[in-house]
Nanobody
Framework: QVQLEESGGGLVQAGGSLRLSCAIS????????LGWFRKPPGKAREGVAT??????HYRNSVQGRFTISYDSAENTLYLQMNNLEPGDSAMYYC????????????????????WGKGILVTISS
């Protein structure tokens, strides 16, 4: 069993930055895919960024603005978000999947097994 808890969300103006954190407990290893996902208002859940053994993937709209990273000493997943846009407003979730590749996890969130409760990110224009 894996537990995940997000923190670091909030309200920020367009062009600003936020860093999301996801504290992870339970058994994960280097083969576990970790990722960030979001659900914008009125839209389906979508992959934002995924990571496994140094391999990372990003959705096109955040490429170059967002950076996913994992600190093994802290067992914490991060998402650094820069140059935020109103279209980035959403509930953000971290997730873990033992049996999926980072690209498969990004493109099909249903492949991820464990989910945090989510945290709200709102970008004002």
């Amino acid at each position: 069993q894996v537990q995940l808890e997000e923190s670091g969300g909030g309200l920020v103006q367009a062009g600003g930055s936020l860093r999301l954190s996801c504290a992870i407990s339970g058994e994960i290893d280097r083969t576990t895919c970790l990722g960030w996902f979001r659900k914008p208002p009125g839209k389906a859940r979508e992959g934002v960024a995924t990571l496994r053994k140094g391999e990372t993937h990003y959705r096109n709209s955040v490429q170059g603005r967002f950076t996913i990273s994992y600190d093994s000493a802290e067992n914490t997943l991060y998402l650094q978000m820069n140059n935020l846009e109103p279209g980035d407003s959403a509930m953000y979730y971290c997730a873990a999947g033992r049996n999926t590749s980072p690209l498969a996890g990004l493109n099909a969130p249903g492949n991820m097994e464990y989910w945090g409760k989510g945290i709200l990110v709102t970008i004002s224009s």
